[in-house]
């Protein structure tokens, strides 16, 4: 599996925009950019998935580099239930049954 | 919105003790999996399950494991005979598609 990098923390201020960064520069291109969140005590969450373009849903935003070799989560404006470890994983999608690989994350501080 | 839910939330046992967690998985999806976290430590994957038989098992999958889907709902994760390091979270996840949906866990824990 490809490999990602990402900042061990980071910290925001809630109601503001956060913008969680991830290299992930031995991409191929099949792999598709997972996210998913971990909030305290709970299991993880699905939170948004792209190939190329850009990508928008009702919990955040997908900003994929043109190289596909980085990309950046969004959270247009964060909550403190927003407080959580943040995986940016990579798959190929070749079989709807691939395990997920996770890493250590990020974990979003988030500031009241 | 359907969910994933798994029971017990906490399992308590003794070394050497078979347990069973178990998972109700969304109704509609068809592919289904376990992963733990040890307490401070990455989500790993354990195995992955679909059509009635295992896809993909890890190494720490062994012989202790299994995983059953003894109805059509019900998705079973049974260690045979634990160990004090297997005390960790399990999480069952099912899937339709790419998007894994993770149930809230069980805390296993091996005295």
């Known amino acids: ?112 | 919105e359907p969910e994933v839910t798994q029971t017990p939330s906490h399992q308590v046992t003794q070394m050497g003790q078979e347990v069973i967690l178990r998972c109700v998985p969304i109704s509609n999806h068809l592919y289904f999996y376990w992963y733990r976290q040890i307490l401070g430590q990455k989500v790993e994957f354990l195995v992955s399950f679909y059509n009635n038989e295992i896809s993909e098992k890890s190494e720490i999958f062994d012989d202790q494991f299994s995983v059953e889907r003894p109805d059509g709902s019900n998705f079973t994760l049974k260690i045979r005979s634990t160990k004090l390091e297997d005390s960790a979270m399990y999480f069952c996840a099912s899937s339709e598609s790419y998007e894994q949906y993770f149930g809230p866990g069980t805390r296993l824990t091996v005295t």
């Open chain 1, 1 to 112: 599996d490809a490999k990602t990098t990402q900042p061990n923390s980071m910290e925001s201020n809630e109601e503001e925009p956060v913008h969680l960064p991830c290299n992930h520069s031995t991409i191929s291109g099949t792999d598709y950019i997972h996210w998913y969140r971990q909030l305290p005590s709970q299991g993880p969450e699905y939170v948004i998935h792209g190939l190329t373009s850009n990508v928008n849903n009702r919990m955040a935003s997908l900003a994929i580099a043109e190289d596909r070799k980085s990309s950046t989560l969004i959270l247009h404006r964060a909550t403190l239930r927003d407080a959580a470890v943040y995986y940016c994983i990579l798959s190929e999608q070749m079989n709807r049954d691939d395990k997920i690989i996770f890493g250590k994350g990020t974990r979003l501080h988030i500031l009241p």
